[in-house]
């Protein structure tokens, strides 16, 4: 059993919000700029970002102005019409491998990324219909960080039964990706935002395809190594739901992200189905 030598608690030392320790201070307009909250500096882009609806206590306010230097976000009651949602490109690079294993025809690696990620644009999309009435860009610079996560490499034999059958390999790879991270939840109890991913037919660091799967936090917290563990179990169920979704080319049941900065392009419903069978070997 451990105890601290400190006079004083030292959990007073430990932000609960984030694991940088910096915050965001939400102010609202519409009450003398009262503070509402902090926000950990890791996802106010996501959250507090310029005309994002962020929720307090269930109430929507809309963020008029983000203020990077003081670190201060300006909001005001929203409407309640409509909801946002950030759109974000990412860069993953390999640090080092630490472990690698066996499953089925491929090796599932895991270790350290360094991932790069930056939030582009966002939707607006109706409260009770969820269509999206307008895209909008955003000029915020990038976040760097490194974390823990998983990757593997579609064998080639499986990648030319893929082109052979007529299907869109990156498509098929990047729906893979999605599907991936929003069955993760199921094994590692947490949010599929929590989660990122990123897909390509030749990474820079390995030459040939490539799917990530990274926790979205710095320093990782236990996420991709627990999809890593049970990872021949991740495909059969990603596999399962995506022949299970009655839509013919792909939908936000299925293989569509809500946070794609691609904006779900190019997707392949059939692609991942012939991928995930053949990793998962059924």
Not at 17 to 46: C, P
Not at 246 to 271: F, I, M, R, T
């Amino acid at each position: 059993r451990w105890h601290t030598t400190s006079v004083l608690p030292p959990a007073g030392d430990v932000n609960i919000r984030g694991a940088s320790g910096e915050t965001y201070l939400v102010l609202n307009e519409d009450d003398d700029y009262r503070a509402l909250e902090e926000i950990d500096a890791e996802t106010a882009f996501f959250r507090v970002h310029p005309g994002a609806v962020h929720l307090h206590l269930g109430d929507p306010y809309l963020v008029t102005e983000l203020d990077r230097e003081a670190r201060v976000a300006f909001v005001r009651r929203a409407p309640g019409d409509y909801y946002t949602q950030p759109l974000e490109v990412n860069d993953v690079h390999i640090v080092r491998s630490t472990d690698v294993r066996r499953a089925g025809e491929a090796e599932v690696y895991l270790g350290r990324l360094r991932v790069r990620q930056q939030v582009v644009g966002y939707r607006r999309r109706l409260q009770f219909t969820g269509e999206t009435v307008a895209v909008e860009p955003l000029d915020l610079p990038a976040q760097e960080y490194e974390t823990e996560g998983l990757w593997f490499h579609v064998p080639e034999a499986i990648e030319q039964e893929v082109q052979a059958a007529g299907r869109d390999l990156a498509g098929g790879l990047h729906a893979v990706e999605h599907v991936c991270i929003g069955i993760l939840p199921l094994f590692a109890m947490c949010d599929r935002q929590d989660i990122g991913g990123l897909s390509t037919l030749a990474h820079p660091d390995t030459g040939v395809s490539q799917v990530f799967i990274y926790d979205g936090h710095p320093g990782g917290v236990g996420i991709a190594r627990r999809g890593w563990a049970q990872v021949e179990d991740v495909w059969a169920r990603a596999r399962d739901l995506i022949r299970a979704c009655p839509c013919e080319e792909g939908c936000p049941s299925c293989v569509q992200s809500p946070k794609c900065g691609n904006n779900n392009h190019p997707l392949d419903k059939a692609g991942a189905v012939e991928i995930l069978a053949r990793l998962s070997g059924g």
